[in-house]
């Protein structure tokens, strides 16, 4: 009696070093379409070649092809080094794909940024080159990234802490050389060092933490020069003032000469659900192996954009 061959699941190993893994990020790995999906827990960057060959040897080239490797976590920098780790840790032909996104940080930046790019060309016919950018949270996940992704766009950017300027000054240094572009630091500790920093400001992006309120009217007031005011905040208060989370490219009330735009964390995050849940398809449907960063985030935010 013959038998039919077994069809081998869609297999994703998530790892973080963190205590859990994201329920957002399992979430969207079972939409994707990954059959078993195994969270690792409290990884350091020295075992990821230990857990990436322990993946992909014991299913033989044609189950490497279905398996993926997700890197969380909430450390960019960390993420980072761990998927240059588990890229290296490859043994061809035992090569699988692997996609890092830690703490949805490097979609959500990808997203911002493309949202911030397409609302400076359809409402102001420019883009981000010598734009002067302002991160306010700049020192956290999505701040750093997006940080990158605007300087690498020809942006001046700064990453301001609301613990002040060295803060900020260490999360800029720390960042731009590990991702080698050039970022400084500022402070929005007070109302007098944010107002400060917003007199030259093109582009304000509110980053920091939900349900902080990182940007008020009167600030806004001290921002003649604001083209574009996008915040990832979805969490009552409103990030920035007058941004509201529906806002897809709307005039921002109270902006000086009423020139500058809105963009809201749900409308930012729209895009961000789509990149993210596309490149874990694309991950489980690849023919090759692919690997995936903020760059390949980046690139299909853009083209998200490109298709409303």
Known sequence: MSTAPIERPYILHMFTPGAQM???????????????????????LAQITGLTQDAIFSRGPKGVARTGIFIGGRDVLLAADMLDAAKAAMVKPFVVSVFADPSGSYTTAAALVACVEAALKKHHDTGLAGKKVLMLGGGGTVGRIAGVLCARAGAQVALASHRGRAAGDEAAAQTGARFGVELRGASFHSSADLQSELADTDVVMGVAAAGVEVMTAADLAAAPKLLVAADVNAVPPLGIAGVGVMDGGVALPGSVGGKAIALGALAIGNVKYQVQHRLLVQMRDAAKPVYFGFDAAFDLARAVLAEA
């Open 22 to 44: 994201s329920p957002f990020d399992v979430n969207m790995a079972a939409d994707a379409g990954y059959q078993i999906i195994t969270p690792y827990c409290g990884v350091s």
